[in-house]
């Protein structure tokens, strides 16, 4: 299936009222976009990561009542799952479109990921765009734009990954619902391999001290 961008409909699944009511909307509406992008991406990714890397499009199979507030595909090089790993995702809330590269708090790899990251501090601070986005929760739509943090405070957030048990971090980029690169396929793909691009050595980095730690 090819890929011809977000519309307002996706979004508008997220108002929908009832755990077996948006869930319909998001398997038919909402994940077969992911899917496209999830095929899309897994050869884009395992070409410049030079590994096999597979897709997992989320499934909300442990939701028993809430219904999600958000969907997404994630990328590992892994094909049994993506949570524990450092990872790549492209998903969306009812109000944005989220690109990231994230680990999040099943990783057993923060500690040493976190010191890793206090080393690389002042490259990071540098290289990564200011419009890019950082998250301490992917569960929740906030993050904190990166040309707002200081260098400390972004060490900060690094520092927490690494002493908090619940802690997350993720880089990025979230791109509004109305905004048009949403709304055209081929610009929304050649965005997110930008982002990931952006944000590849910081996989490298994580896949890196996760491949030494096994």
């Known amino acids: 299936m090819a890929f011809d961008g977000f519309t307002q409909e996706d979004f508008d699944v ?30 884009k990714l395992s070409a410049k990561i030079g590994e096999p890397m597979y ?6 199979a442990r939701r028993k009542v809430n219904p999600p507030d958000d969907t997404w595909v994630a990328f590992a090089n892994d094909k049994r799952g993506y949570k524990k790993l450092p990872h790549f995702q492209i998903g969306l ?41 950082w998250s301490v929760d992917h569960t929740k739509p906030e ?29 990025g980029l979230q791109i509004a619902s109305d905004d048009p690169r949403l709304q055209d396929g081929d610009e929304f793909i050649a965005t997110v391999e930008h982002v990931f691009d952006t944000v590849l050595p910081l996989y490298e980095a994580a896949s890196h001290i996760y491949t030494c730690q096994s």
Request: charged content about 30%; glycine content about 4%.
């Open 93 to 133: 809330f009812g109000s944005h479109v989220f690109i990231w590269f994230a680990v999040i708090y099943e990783s057993p790899v923060k500690k040493p990921l976190a010191n890793e990251f206090q080393e690389q501090i002042t490259d990071i601070t540098q290289r990564i765009p200011e419009h890019f986005h």
């Open 14 to 43: 997220f108002a929908v009222e009832g755990l077996d009511e948006r869930m319909t909307d998001i398997k038919s509406i909402v994940r077969p976009k992911l899917e496209a992008l999830g095929e899309i991406f897994a050869e």
């Open 55 to 60: 897709y997992h499009v989320a499934k909300h």
């Open 143 to 171: 993050a904190v734009n990166h040309g707002d943090l200081s260098e400390d405070e972004l060490e900060r957030m690094i520092e927490r990954l690494g002493s908090v048990k619940k802690a997350e971090l993720l880089c």
